[in-house]
């Protein structure tokens, strides 16, 4: 897993497993943590976020909805 995450593509996103998902997904909320302690331009830290959670969001519907 990377330690800084970039922006990702949706065939990136299609391709990681849930587990990794979920890592990511909490690496982008401490990286968006840690640029606001540190005052600097939150955009982009939060546009990676949401992708992330919102990708893993989609997949615990699907998840719950074949229940």
Not at 31 to 44: C, M, P, R, Y
Request: proline share 3%; charged share 30%.
């Amino acid at each position: 897993m990377p330690n800084s995450l970039n922006m990702p593509s949706n065939y990136e996103l299609l391709s990681l497993s849930d587990g990794e998902l979920v890592k990511r997904v909490g690496l982008a909320l401490r990286q968006l943590d840690k640029a606001e302690e540190q005052g600097e331009n939150t955009t982009e830290k939060t546009k990676i976020y949401q992708i992330y959670k919102n990708e893993l969001a989609k997949r615990n519907y699907r998840q719950q909805a074949h229940r």
